[in-house]
């Protein structure tokens, strides 16, 4: 598994876009709204592996309750795989645990699951598949 993204949970999309954008010496390659998770994201490629920052896109967004409880910071971290149906499986008989075991459809044109924290040393973890 190779890192695909770091998730980057930010209060104002905007302010943070401008702030990537010096950092990284370019603009963003996308902005997308995933209305049913409640986040807009914008995608940074960095070498083989991307940013992607997160904002709310409502109050009952999970990174609105993120933002209250941790502040801006580091959401979660993505493990690019080619099959992900497979990689659940693994995952599972060597014991993680699952937020959702059925893949959904993510930003970026990806089918994504993410495992809980709790079985991950506090970590989100995100896999995603190309689709
Ligand atoms: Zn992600």
Redesign the pocket.
């Known amino acids: 598994m190779k890192i695909e993204?770091l998730?980057i949970a930010v209060k104002s999309l905007k302010d943070s876009d401008d702030l990537f954008a010096k950092l990284l010496g370019k603009p963003a390659y996308k902005r997308e709204k995933v209305e049913r998770e409640g986040v807009t994201t914008s995608f940074y490629q960095t070498g083989d592996s991307k940013i992607?920052l997160l904002e709310a896109s409502n109050p009952d967004s999970p990174i609105a309750k993120f933002l209250e409880k941790k502040g801006e910071g580091i959401h979660?971290i993505?493990f690019g795989v080619e099959d992900i149906y497979a990689e659940i499986e693994r995952l599972k008989s060597a014991g993680f645990i699952f937020i959702s075991e059925e893949p959904k459809d993510?930003?970026d044109n990806k089918l994504?699951v993410f495992l809980h924290p709790k079985s991950t040393n506090g970590v989100l973890v995100?896999l995603?598949q190309e689709k």
Do not use: K, N, T
């Open positions: 993204h998730g992607e979660h993505a993510g930003a994504v995100e995603c």
